[in-house]
């Protein structure tokens, strides 16, 4: 359940290579918020005594320059970064090479953004679009890396963002805290697979309280 003013999400997934543990653990501290320090994520303002969030876009464009991608670091990554505003009642986000997300609105339609942007440090300049959802109490969001959609079936074939959607169907029905496992393992059951070959990332996020 999301009921307070502002949340971050983030999805985001190293591409092998030869740094890619010390990849994984540099940004790990980076994107973590620390109360009481300025970071990438927010500022503080002395002045006004009070923080300011960073907008997605300039978070993507801050990482893309520390992280370029080179033959020696052979070092970028996908990411799906994005700021839930109560308040103003929007998901504000970017989503870089990675793997789109699904949302239910408050009547149980489902959305499907499409989403395109090059992965962090894949090249020299890009520019990184931001996109706005309004959201409304009951709406419901699911997240995921493509290590779920990427489970194929015995023939070979990978289960997709389609199949994710039919799984997410299902569950509407059940509490929001259980989707991510349900997910898993309906996707497995789904292709008949018993162990995923790629890291499986899954959230659900429900919209309740007073926005």
Do not use: W
């Amino acid at each position: 359940m999301l009921s307070s003013k502002n949340l971050s999400i983030l999805i985001q997934k190293r591409i092998p290579g030869l740094s890619s543990a010390m990849l994984s653990v540099t940004l790990s501290r980076i994107l973590t918020p620390f109360s009481g320090y300025s970071d990438l994520l927010k500022t503080f303002n002395d002045r006004k005594n009070l923080y300011k969030v960073t907008p997605p876009a300039e978070v993507a464009a801050v990482l893309n320059k520390r992280f370029q991608f080179t033959d020696e670091s052979d070092q970028f990554f996908t990411i799906l970064y994005g700021i839930f505003n109560l308040k103003r009642e929007t998901f504000r986000y970017i989503s870089e090479g990675h793997p789109g997300f699904v949302y239910a609105d408050s009547g149980g339609k489902l959305h499907e953004p499409d989403l395109k942007g090059f992965p962090i440090g894949f090249t020299e300049n890009p520019v990184y679009d931001e996109h706005v959802i309004r959201v409304e109490r009951g709406s419901r969001f699911f997240f995921f890396s493509d290590g779920l959609t990427e489970l194929n079936n015995l023939l070979g074939q990978p289960l997709g963002t389609r199949g994710i959607k039919e799984i997410i169907e299902k569950a509407l029905k059940i509490k929001t805290e259980n989707v991510p496992e349900f997910l898993v393992r309906e996707a497995k059951k789904r292709t008949g697979t018993k162990k995923a070959m790629d890291d499986i990332s899954c959230v659900a996020i429900e919209i309740s309280g007073e926005t």
